[in-house]
């Protein structure tokens, strides 16, 4: 859904540098910096507040008023975060100011819905793309886009020319290049055969043809003796 603004009181940061950037994690708060109009702005955000805005109805593509301490709201978007790599949690966020009149550039999730024809043939669905590139006005940038996979047969793909997107909104991927989802058979894995070598017996097989019969007087075999 798009139009979803959300304000974000966050707090200006004097002291920098990675001491201090673990200090406020500790605290709960997520260093940042707020790229303005003019000059960059390092800010501290309440992680609580941070998670609230960003996975609200607008998700990650919200439209934030960040207020900078007394300060006046900055209509801002997600530009990039980093994360904890074993804890998933977010370590630093960038914002980016926008005019609300100028568009933007944005990454946006393809959701698939519904059930493939092709799967009730055998086949299997594959999500071949799962974000796209729109440019919008930022009020109009939807969270996530979706695409019913209901008539995909065997075979079949669905590309992004195929792809429905909200008035205002323009996708910047190749439309007929970038292929969204397909069903394709399943892969068949074939049992190698085996080969033989001369005289030897398959597992719990009769003996190959040719292969020399065992020699009973050789073997000793039951009732024989010594001439």
């Given at each position: 859904?798009?139009?979803?603004?959300?304000?974000?009181?966050?707090?200006?940061?004097?002291?920098?540098?990675?001491?201090?950037?673990?200090?406020?994690?500790?605290?709960?708060?997520?260093?940042?910096?707020?790229?303005?109009?003019?000059?960059?702005?390092?800010?501290?955000?309440?992680?609580?507040?941070?998670?609230?805005?960003?996975?609200?109805?607008?998700?990650?593509?919200?439209?934030?008023?960040?207020?900078?301490?007394?300060?006046?709201?900055?209509?801002s978007v997600?530009?990039?975060?980093?994360?904890?790599?074993?804890?998933?949690?977010?370590t630093h966020?960038?914002?980016?100011?926008?005019?609300?009149?100028?568009?933007?550039?944005?990454?946006?999730?393809?959701?698939?819905?519904?059930?493939?024809?092709?799967?009730?043939?055998?086949?299997?669905?594959?999500?071949?793309?799962?974000?796209?590139?729109?440019?919008?006005?930022?009020?109009?940038?939807?969270?996530?886009?979706?695409?019913?996979?209901?008539?995909?047969?065997?075979?079949?793909?669905?590309?992004?020319?195929?792809?429905?997107?909200?008035?205002?909104?323009?996708?910047?991927?190749?439309?007929?290049?970038?292929?969204?989802?397909?069903?394709?058979?399943?892969?068949?894995?074939?049992?190698?055969?085996?080969?033989?070598?001369?005289?030897?017996?398959?597992a719990g097989?009769?003996?190959?043809?040719?292969?020399?019969?065992?020699?009973?007087?050789?073997?000793?075999?039951?009732?024989?003796?010594?001439?």
């Open positions: 859904m798009a139009g979803q603004r959300v304000k974000l009181v966050v707090q200006e940061r004097t002291v920098l540098g990675s001491p201090e950037s673990r200090r406020l994690r500790k605290q709960g708060l997520i260093p940042g910096v707020l790229y303005g109009q003019e000059t960059p702005v390092a800010i501290a955000i309440p992680e609580r507040s941070l998670r609230a805005a960003l996975t609200g109805v607008g998700g990650t593509n919200a439209v934030l008023d960040v207020v900078v301490g007394e300060g006046n709201a900055h209509a997600l530009k990039e975060y980093q994360q904890d790599r074993i804890r998933g949690t977010i966020v960038d914002l980016q100011e926008v005019r609300l009149d100028r568009p933007i550039h944005a990454t946006v999730a393809v959701h698939l819905v519904g059930e493939p024809a092709g799967a009730k043939e055998g086949g299997v669905l594959t999500q071949v793309t799962n974000e796209v590139n729109v440019e919008a006005l930022p009020m109009e940038v939807p969270e996530s886009l979706e695409y019913d996979v209901s008539e995909l047969h065997i075979g079949e793909s669905a590309r992004l020319s195929d792809l429905q997107v909200p008035e205002g909104v323009t996708l910047l991927d190749d439309p007929e290049e970038t292929v969204i989802a397909a069903v394709a058979q399943p892969t068949r894995v074939e049992e190698p055969t085996e080969v033989l070598e001369e005289g030897e017996e398959p097989g009769e003996p190959t043809e040719g292969a020399a019969e065992p020699d009973a007087d050789a073997a000793g075999g039951e009732g024989t003796a010594p001439g």
